[in-house]
């Protein structure tokens, strides 16, 4: 007898190492792969055959504006690139978004602005090989949360501050 029966159980189990091992079979949730590059500004997640690219807009244009500077068109060039080689049928989307800082109206038309700015460029870059479309955001869909504790957060206001390019990938 044991002075401590849950123990029981545990020399039991250790005595006898033969046991019946059951197959465990459980449902797989969809895999999100993301890479951030080292500076912060950009982000690529890959759902499926979803690719989302984020550029965050301090890399793309100059605060409260919507023309791109000349960085910009640099990183855009390469996001063409990859549209042009992986992209399957289907419409490149661009979706513009702003952090919490400001009036929705203004946040909301920023975003649209912005958006239409790199969808312009893509298109230019891409030479009509795909179809983009643009939409604005504004503050509704952050992607962390622009305070924290109570407290804002300047380093996830500047993420929340992007513009996503998304498409589907060739299988």
């Known amino acids: 007898m044991f002075l401590f029966p849950e123990l029981a159980l545990v020399v ?3 005595a006898d190492p033969v046991a019946p091992i059951e197959d465990v ?5 969809d895999v999100v792969a993301e890479v951030e590059s080292l500076d912060g500004t950009e982000n690529v997640s890959t759902e499926g055959r979803q690719v989302t690219v984020a550029l965050t807009s301090d890399v793309l244009f100059a605060l409260d504006k919507w023309v791109l500077t000349a960085k910009a068109r640099q990183r855009l060039a390469s996001v063409a690139d990859k549209i042009k080689a992986e992209s399957a049928d289907g419409a490149v989307k661009v979706y513009g978004h702003t952090d919490d800082q400001g009036a929705d109206g203004y946040n909301q038309a920023l975003s649209l602005r912005r958006a239409r700015a790199v969808q312009q460029a893509l298109e230019r870059l891409a030479g009509g090989a795909v179809t983009f479309e643009a939409a604005g955001f504004g503050e509704t869909r952050p992607r962390l949360p622009n305070v924290v504790d109570g407290r804002p957060s300047e380093e ?3 993420k929340n501050r992007r513009v996503e ?3 589907s990938v060739k299988q």
């Open 25 to 29: 079979i459980a449902p797989v949730e």
């Open 165 to 167: 390019i998304v498409f």
């Open 12 to 14: 039991t189990l250790l």
């Open 156 to 158: 996830n206001r500047a």
